[in-house]
Structure formats: C-alpha cells, structure tokens
C-alpha cells in the first residue's frame, strides 16, 4: 500500500512519465484514421509487457466543435474512451476571455459551429461573418448566402451599431474571401463598427488566433494550408492598407502560454488515472495521497505581433490572464518525462523542446514532416508512425 504522493507517483500500476499527443498528422489524417494510432494508445492503456498505465493527453491546434465532440469522434475513431479532460484545442484557453469581451466575432469552422462553442464557453455576444453577410449582402460582392447559410445567421442585427470588441479566429476559415474583408474591415474601423473607417487605425477590435499552423495534414498528399497562412495574408494586408503592423494575440502549440495550460491538464489528467487505479484496488480514502488544491500563479498569454517565427521565453509576459489553467493547479510531482508526439516541426517540436527540459520530443512521418527533410526544429527521435514512437519510450523508460 502506498501513502503518500511520491510514492504513488511510482505505484507499479501507473507510470510516472507521460505522454501528449498531437492529433493530426499523428492519429488521424482528415476522414482516415492512421492505422497505428489504435493499438498505440491501448499500449498506453496497460496492454504493454509491462502491464502498466501511462497517463495521457492530447495537445491539438485543431477545434472548430466542441471539447466534447471532439473526444466523441477520437473516441470511436481509436476505439477507447477518451475524457474532456485529456483534450485541449487551439481555442479551448480562450475561454478565458470571456470576462473581458462583450461583442465577439467568432471565425472559422462549419456554419455556426463556432458560434455555438464559443457561446458554450460563456461569451455573451456572439456573432459570425455570415451574421454581417446576411445584414449588408453588399459587404462581400462576390459572394451569395446559400439557403442553409442564410438558415443559421442571426436576423435583425444592426452591425452600424454595434461595436465588435474582438475577433476570435477559432478554425479553419471556409470562405477566406469574405472572412477577410470582413476582419480588415472591423481591424481598420472605429471601434469595430462596421462602415467606419479609423483616422488612426489603433482603434479597431483585438484579434485572436486559436493557432498559427501554416500548414496541416489532411487526407490529401500535400500538406494543406491552415490558419496561420490566413494570419500571414491578413497582417499584409492590413500594413498594405495602413502602413501598421498587425497586433495578434496567439494561443496553440508552440505558444508558451498553452504549454502551461497543458501542464496544468497533464497534471489533472495524471491524478485521475493514479486515483482510479486506486479505487481499482479498493483502497479507501484515508489511504489517498494529500492533493490540495494549489494557490495558483496567474498564467498569462503572449502578445505577439505577425512576426511568425517569434516565441521568446524571456519576454515578459504580457496580455490576458488564463484562470482555467490557475484552477487546474495540483500538488503532485511532475512527471519524469513526457514524451510529446507531433508530425509539425514548427509547432510541435518547438513546442515540445521550447518549456521545459523534461519534455521529450517524437516527430512521426505520418504528417506535415516529410521523410528525409532536415526539421527546422530538431527532435530528440524521429519514428515512422505513433505506434513506433510508444513503442520506443516505453523500452526507453523500462
Ligand atoms: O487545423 C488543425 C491543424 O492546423 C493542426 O492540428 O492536431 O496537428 O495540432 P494538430
Ligand atoms: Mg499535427
């Protein structure tokens, strides 16, 4: 029997490193599911030689739905039961700016997906650019509502009078024509009003980007562009109309300000699977380990301009406060090593060997990563697929 945290840490039944997984380009490739990723997390499950458990989570620039549905669909692609609580998305810290914006304009994502995440998230005002299409057909020239589109804007909305208090880039934008215009527009307005236009253009909503991944892995065979491609057109634009550099507030991999959250989710993440294994051996609660809540630093984000290759850990940090990640604070030992798998140099690696040296890096082929290519940011292994990454850390651990 073991009565105390560190001991536990070491319990036979529960490894004391961990893992975090990038989701795709490592377990999924748009509607394919890699062949490896199954057995590789029922591996982590306890179905190793070693009968033992490792704690994991799983660390995607991805989002556009819900934590919950997102855990649905990888739950029945890889067979397990994955929980909430293993999953962060590129926007899942940016709950935490809902005490600080009234009027958000929520972009990317299918039809109104967005819109309904980030009203799940607590936000109040929530309006997407078809809202704005649907008010002014003659915002966007070229572009005609479709039936369902014109379906799930929101009526009666009189964007003249409204003040957007910051645009919130969620996901993939579908429509880059009109989601452009749109943000330009708002970024070069008075105070977000729509038809304004700023003297100054230093008045206009801030802007927020779930993640900067310029490119991602789908089921097509060359890489796709993704979101951070949209922050490079957009931020040339705005200094071709303005003579300004564009102001971005960054959340994703390889931002520092996710890591801590991931942290946070990790440790959450690891006191559960040690606490269920316990109550698998029927212990009672007396015998538990000491798990107080901690007081808690207030993590902060980066502010970062459209610089797209600057993460400066000695910056200060400037910017929102993420109270979910003060919350999520635990007492227990970190964990000995996590070993992080992505198939994005730029995001994942750097992300992974950024923060802290316990973490420990695995680029997979099956992604952006191109075999025989020299990774901007080095990794400690490369391995073939997700499976062959597992495999590795666990001999590499026992
Ligand atoms: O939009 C999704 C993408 O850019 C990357 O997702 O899981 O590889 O971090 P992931
Ligand atoms: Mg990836």
Not at 117 to 146: H, Q, R
Not at 215 to 242: C, N, P
Not at 258 to 273: G, H
Not at 294 to 320: A, K, M, P, R, Y
Request: proline share 4%; hydrophobic share 35%; with cysteine.
């Amino acid at each position: 029997t073991t009565t105390n945290t560190n001991s536990m840490i070491s319990h036979e039944r529960v490894a004391s490193y961990a893992f975090a997984f990038d989701i795709d380009g490592v377990l999924i490739r748009g509607k394919e599911t890699i062949p490896e990723a199954r057995k590789a997390l029922k591996m982590l499950n306890g179905e190793n030689k070693y009968n033992i458990k490792v704690p994991y989570i799983f660390i995607t620039n991805g989002g556009g739905r819900s934590e919950k549905a997102r855990c649905k669909d990888l739950s029945s692609r890889l067979g397990i039961s994955i929980s909430e609580d293993q999953v962060i998305q590129g926007h899942t810290p940016m709950k935490d700016l809902v005490p600080v914006y009234k009027n958000v304009l929520v972009v990317g994502g299918v039809l109104d997906s967005c819109r309904k995440v980030a009203l799940n998230y607590g936000f109040e005002n929530v309006y997407i650019p078809l809202d704005i299409m649907k008010w002014n057909p003659c915002v966007t020239p070229y572009y005609i509502l479709s039936d369902e589109e014109r379906k799930i804007a929101y009526d009666n909305v009189d964007f003249s009078k409204i003040h957007i208090d910051a645009i919130l880039v969620f996901a993939d934008s579908r429509n880059w024509a009109a989601d452009q215009q749109i943000i330009l527009e708002l970024l070069l307005s008075k105070n977000g009003v729509m038809g304004t236009i700023s003297d100054t253009f230093d008045e206009g909503p801030a802007l927020y980007f779930a993640h900067s991944d310029f490119v991602w892995a789908t089921d097509y065979g060359l890489s796709r562009y993704g979101m951070g491609a949209l922050q490079v057109s957009i931020a040339a634009l705005y200094q071709e109309h303005s003579g300004k550099e564009l102001n971005v507030t960054r959340f994703g991999k390889p931002q520092r300000g996710t890591f801590r959250f991931a942290e946070k989710v990790l440790t959450k993440w690891r006191r559960n699977t040690l606490e269920s294994e316990f109550d698998k051996l029927k212990l009672t609660s007396t015998e538990q380990p000491p798990l107080k809540e901690d007081e808690g630093e207030e993590e902060v984000e980066e502010e970062i301009t459209n610089e797209t290759d600057s993460l400066d850990d000695d910056e200060d940090d400037e910017g929102i406060v993420l109270d979910s990640a003060k919350e999520l604070t635990l007492d227990l030992p970190p964990a000995s090593t996590v070993y992080f798998v992505g198939d994005t140099p730029e995001s994942d690696i750097r992300f992974a060997n950024s923060h802290d040296s316990s973490w420990y890096s695995i680029l997979v082929k099956t992604g952006v990563y191109q075999d025989g290519s020299i990774p901007k940011y080095k990794p400690k292994k490369i391995c073939e697929n997700v499976l062959e990454a597992v495999t590795f850390a666990i001999e590499r651990e026992h």
